[in-house]
């Protein structure tokens, strides 16, 4: 009889400037916010999904939310998601 399938959830991370971005986010009025929350959490179901894309010159993955993005990286060795940055796209990849 084989064994049921589990998929193995990934832990995430966030990094200190992440959390000052999406503390930021909360305090001012951002329809998306929501909507990133839910992505960030379901990233530890799925790390990798649809509309997540490779940055070109850097090593990090990109969600895109209107006019905002997330970027994380995946260490699926660790099983870890670290979010590295949440803010509108003109900021996000200074």
């Known amino acids: ?8 959830t990934y832990t995430i ?7 000052r971005q999406l503390n930021q986010l909360q305090k001012t009025y951002n329809p998306n916010l929501q909507k990133i929350l839910a992505a960030i959490t379901s ?13 070109a010159h850097r090593p990090e993955l ?8 997330i970027l994380y990286s ?3 060795e660790l099983r870890t998601v670290t979010v590295c940055a949440i803010a509108h796209r003109r900021e996000v990849y200074k």
Request: proline share 10%; no cysteine; charged share 25%.
């Open 74 to 76: 995946v260490d699926d």
């Open 62 to 69: 990109r969600l895109r939310f209107g006019n905002y993005r």
């Open 13 to 19: 991370l966030t990094l200190a400037a992440a959390r």
């Open 43 to 55: 990233l530890a179901d799925n790390p990798r999904p649809t509309g997540g894309r490779k940055l």
């Open 1 to 8: 009889m084989a064994t049921p399938h589990v998929p193995a």
